[in-house]
């Protein structure tokens, strides 16, 4: 049977009617809420307490206003509520203020009678108060007279303290006296269940009788981490089964911080001590802080079980990893921390909750990322470390490796940095190689085999193979399709691409760093880092031709090999001989890469990458023939020649465009070096108008190569000429200039759309600007008036037969010789007026600009349109 509609998309539009129904039915229903509460009689005349579950809730009102959209939260007039709330924090702390002032000023003028009938009086009258206000229905001034009881009591302690007990140790007595009001205020605020303070305040009370009894008692630094421990576990027991949220919140911070100092208190023992039994009793104390948290994670919600699960896989790798470290040298003490927290991810078939585990492997994470962290300094120091070597090139061959990189890093102190490294690459290398297994392993976490994005109709249609399941126990659907809520989690084939791209980025650090640790002889160093330059381009060409060249294995390879054939390529710099050999090596390497490699961006990177070492090598053979800079300027211009050439047999290839780029910065390094000589300098310009004249041959390049070519050749003229001391450059311009004016109007003739700066534009800055610039430094009269009206009647006529080249040539020129003529009697009237004339011609100038600002610019707008319609 055939639908019309097919069933997929009437099963997408019956899906679109039905969640327009649902929104619908829920806007009728929060209007059919706000109508009821329109028609209920107004509250009685107490006070409303503190209903967090009524924001957001519409407010009694008359039937015909219109409804609020939810959340909003209506504009209440300054009622009672916020003035009773003001009364009362100022009358509590008048209140609170006068009992200090007693107790600190007018308690010695009283007996002991009156002392204890006072305190008694008011104490008891300020705890008794709350509840019967609170048989009124007055709670928010049974709160303010709680929060008086409160103060109250921390008063008689201190007053108890300082006439009753004087001699008795401050600290003993406030351990027992916070563990006394502790417990009392926890008796009353469960025997006052309607007050929000009294609870809370007792968790904070119970925060320091264990901490103030071990230093009463001067207890070791394990004794107070002991305590900090216990109060820590207390906490986490009223955290989890305590009463209102306040009580919770207060709970988890106090927890939070108690238990933190217990950690580093038991961290800084375990790491100072002297061997593995001096070790095993902090050890208790981190492995008791472990299995806390890791018990209250057991039944803690989501969020706090995996801050559980992390603080303790840390507990359990400090106290477990702290004895080997303690028995080891400084060097090899991370290596027993890492391989603690690699041991946790066993917790994957440990039969913990979900969010738990899920804390404890990443605290196996964390582990590890620290681990390379400590290491990863080390291996920045050998890549960047023979940067040194530019200052003296050629010196001579080092001993061996670690002098060769000229860094004062304590390398015997950091001998298990490759040997952490190479541990890490490992195992994400046997991850990337049996990845299925270690899906299959971490199934109870919730990690899936990665499915296919089904589509919109396939999975409308419930097609075989494209059902997408929420893992057990998630809260919503792993994929929803066309859902506004609609989460992804990264895919397996990201996730085993970074852990291959890892493990072949961390090998390759091990292999460098046990090279310098070891300290193997400079030749095996140099030897080495090609070879495994080499490895890196092989792999980034395998993996690149595979048709994933855009994974993370091939990328971490081809960044790879690049960062090391830069480094090695400094590296070499200490020998002639390795030199040559390197940039040999690396050339003809990327140049290999370059041919076999199939995605057009890594071979670009690998042509572009093998001119560079080319050049570099050009570079080397003038200063192995002894040629100063700017001789060895023509042999740098050998390889920029090559890709000319490549260009020309590549033609569109896209590699080509980046290899002439790549040559043509060789050619202006070229230039820099031969700025120092004049005739040099004209030498090389003439050759690179040379090769770009070259590449202008091709119809692709022509209009950027060709004008290049005429600018380089002109520059080169004009360079000569001033080498050569020519003070009337005219005659040896004009001959120029006169059959290209010929030719560029037998141009115009043929082709009266060609534009006047093909035609004219060479042959008049052939004569102009050398012109120009040999008039700026004459102190004649006879050159400048020559040039001024030869570019006048240029100017003029450009403007005659709208010739654009003409007329800005000739305007250009005819402004600047002005301008130097002018300069003398200016410079002279300006000496001449007041200072402070300038600046006031400057700021009337700027507001006439101002004022005038869109008439300007639409004359700007005429010229340039006016301009633009010019040849």
Known sequence: MEHVPPPAEELARLDRELAELDARRAQLLTRRAWLLAALRPPAPTAAPGWNPSAWGAPPPGRP??????????????????????????????????????????????????????????????????????????????????????????????YAVHAVAAPATDGLGFTAVASAVLAVLWTAYGLALGKLRLPLPAAVVLAQWPLLFWAWAAGAPALVVGWALLATAVLDGVIALRGKGPGVRVTACVGGSAMGFSALMVGLALSTTASGPLGAAAPGALLLAAAAAALAGAWRAPKGFARTGGVVAGLAAVAAVGGLPAAALSDGWRVLAYLLCGLALAGVVRAGLPRDAARGVLAASGVVVAGALVWALPSLAAVLLGPVTLLSDVWAGSPEGFRSALGSTLPWSELAAAPVVLALVAGLLGSAYRWWPSVVRIAAPLGVREETPEPDAASAAAGAPGTAWTAPPGAGAPWYTVGGAGARRRPSGAALRGAAGAGALALGWGALLLAGVVLDVPYAVAVAGETALVGGLLALAVRGAGSGRGASAVPVTALVGAVSGAVSVGLLSLASEGAAYAVFGA?????????????????????????????????????????????????????????????????????????????????????????VSDAPFLALVLALCGVLAAGAAVRPERRPVAGCLAAALFVLATWVRLAASEVSFPEAYTLPVTVPALVVGALRRRRDPEASSWTAYGPGLAATLLPSLAVAWTDTDWLRPLLLGVAALVITLLGARYRLQALLVLGGVVLALDGLHELAPYVAQVAGALPRWLPPALAGLLLLVVGATYEQRLRDARRLKDALGRMR
């Open 64 to 157: 015909g206003a219109p409804a609020q959209p939810w959340g909003h939260v209506p504009k209440q007039p300054s009622a009672p509520r916020s003035a009773q709330n003001v009364l009362l924090t100022l009358g509590g702390l008048l209140l609170t203020v006068a009992a200090v002032a007693f107790t600190l000023v007018s308690w010695g003028s009283m007996g002991i009678g009156g002392r204890s009938a006072v305190l008694a009086a008011v104490t008891l009258g300020a705890l008794i108060a709350p509840a019967v206000l609170l048989r009124r229905g007055l709670a928010a001034t049974a709160e303010a007279l709680a929060a008086l009881a409160l103060v109250l009591t921390l008063l008689d302690v």
């Open 586 to 674: 690396l050339a003809v390497l990327f140049a290999g890469a370059a041919v076999r490699v199939g995605a057009e961006v890594p071979r670009a990177v690998f042509a572009v990458a093998s001119v560079v070492w080319g050049t570099a090598l050009t570079g080397f053979a003038g200063r192995s023939l002894d040629l100063d800079p700017h001789e060895a300027a023509p042999l740098v211009l050998l390889v920029p020649a090559v890709t000319v050439l490549l260009g020309a047999r590549l033609r569109r290839n896209p590699v080509a465009l980046p290899v002439e780029l790549t040559g043509a910065l060789g050619a202006l390094v070229a230039v820099g070096l031969a």
